[in-house]
């Protein structure tokens, strides 16, 4: 449930508390990833020293292996991983756009061939809701159609009434009053069949919801464009989530237009390849500038890689491939984009979001943005090709 606490003048801004099974989460936040239950580089003890506050895992992925009867035992997905905080799930529809272990979808769910074993499952929308219940997320996801970029307007339709068709099966599945349940609007790059889902979401009255298919490899504008219009007829009262998002100028464009949280791979996969985000933009630690430039990467940062190791080593770290740059690296973004939100919510409350949220945005225009979102994806693809290939 979430209670709004302040609502800026001048744009659809806003903070709040959603309050969960595993105690509440000031909005807006963002969630780093936890697939398979785990961070990557960094360990769970690390996310709260971070002060993260919420994280997402994949359920579908975890069903696969440990398997949630192993999850189960452990007392649920936060007795297992030991993070004792608002953990949500998602179920597997992203996992579409991954055509290396997505077979097709049915009317009864999604085909997939899991990338350990190599067995092929049904997902039905029963079974992701009885998985998730397994698990004990403190919020789980419908199970949704996630049409990729550029597909037909008829295509596009069918998936989105398979989405919908499947959010009332979820819902009637769903039985577990302490999780939240969040309906995901789809209906692809069409103004029309985006206002039908969410239309579709609102009346069906869930906790919260997700706008997903988006920011997947279109212009940005694209995405954009199809958040203004729905959000508009999105209810006030419930939480809004964007998947899938985590550049820094698009998350407080968003939040200024009333989304209230996020979650991405970005701001590791950017720290993976030595994209350093700082309060003055983005820093490619890989320039020979670094080479001898004993700063931290930010200086206004108080992170453990800030306050400690200099440009100069983190550039030898990562041209030498160092283990222990990923590590380093990974922990001042996620860091950062903790901050980022902390920021963002006292921006909003202090009346001063429009500044923020200008500064954040120019600062970050430096860089080609648009090519960003792309190579969000095309990384998210590989990341898991090579998964595979090691499973
Ligand atoms: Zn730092």
Redesign the pocket.
Known sequence: MLEIKYSDRKTKARTGILHTSHGDALTPFFMPVATKAAPRYLSPHDLKEIKVQAIIANALLLSFAPGTDVVKKAGGIHGFMNFNRPIFTDCGGFQILRQSFFRGTTEDGIKFRSPFDGRNILMTPEMIIKIQQELSSDAAMCLDYCPPYGMSKEETEDSMLKTHAWAERCKKAHTKRSQLLFGIAQGGFYRKLRIESMKFMRDMDFDGISLGGLFIGEPKRDSYSMIKSVMRYAPEDKPKYIMGLGSPEDIVKSVSMGVDFFDSIFPVENARHGTMFTWHGKLKLDSKIYRDDFS???SE???????HYSRAYLHHLLKTQEQLGFRLRI??NI??MQRLMDKTRYSIEDKTFSKFSKKIISAYAKKDPEKSTESNVSERITVIKRKEKQG
Do not use: E
């Not at 940062?301 to 306050?307: E, V």
């Open positions: 931290p990467i930010d940062c108080k992170c453990f890689t800030c306050t922990y001042h860091y950062f």
